[in-house]
């Protein structure tokens, strides 16, 4: 896998449907041993609760449900259709269910589980794990302010600037971005600021 997209950090949100109390929460896991402790940890933070029902993907290709209790398919499925859209994998979402004593329906207990999963979702912040090219660069403080203007037109981020008798820099960056932008640096300043490659690897972006 070239690029996925999973979360930073943990999150929850919740809401409330006709008396209902549902809770979303989220985490990033790269097992199922990580998602399986997160699920038992929620379960136990909530035990009082009617239902803790949980989906989660993993980059392997690993995908597993549950409904936990709930109507076959009005819950677990709905879920995991969720992270399938939000483009998410390494993650795992629990959605815990208080009852309110008023019932949902099929129709309205999807629409319920699909949107505890979805403001979870929102409550993280996401990251592009991709394969990435670091690169340095030498330049006059002429062209610092060019320089800067170009890098918002990439999927990047500069690691390190050093403000000497010169300004040096290191900028990581979308491997398949790199000749792009190696070649737009070198031809903006006439060949004067030539970036180098110093390493690849697997880092993320925000998004």
Known sequence: MQ???????????EFVERKSRFIGSIAPVE????????????????????????????????????????????????????????GLV?????????FGGILLGTGGLVRAYSHGAKIAVDAAKRKLMTTCVLLSMELDYSFYG??????PK?????????????????????????EAFVKEITEMSAALVV???LEERFDYFEV
């Open 3 to 13: 690029e996925y997209t999973t979360i930073h950090d943990t999150a929850q949100d």
């Open 31 to 86: 097992t199922e041993e990580e998602a399986l402790r997160f699920i038992a940890q929620i379960k136990q933070q909530h035990r009082d609760a009617g239902h803790s029902t949980y989906a989660y993907i993993l980059k392997n290709g690993v995908k597993r449900y549950s409904d936990d209790g709930e109507p076959q398919g009005t819950a677990g499925v709905p879920m995991l259709d969720c992270l399938e859209k939000e």
């Open 90 to 98: 390494d993650v795992v979402v629990v959605v815990t269910r208080y």
């Open 146 to 151: 060019k320089i800067n203007y170009v890098l």
């Open 154 to 178: 990439y999927v990047c981020r500069v690691e390190e600037s050093d403000f000497g008798a010169n300004v040096s820099m290191k900028i990581l960056i979308k491997q398949d971005q790199c």
């Open 195 to 197: 970036p180098q490659i």
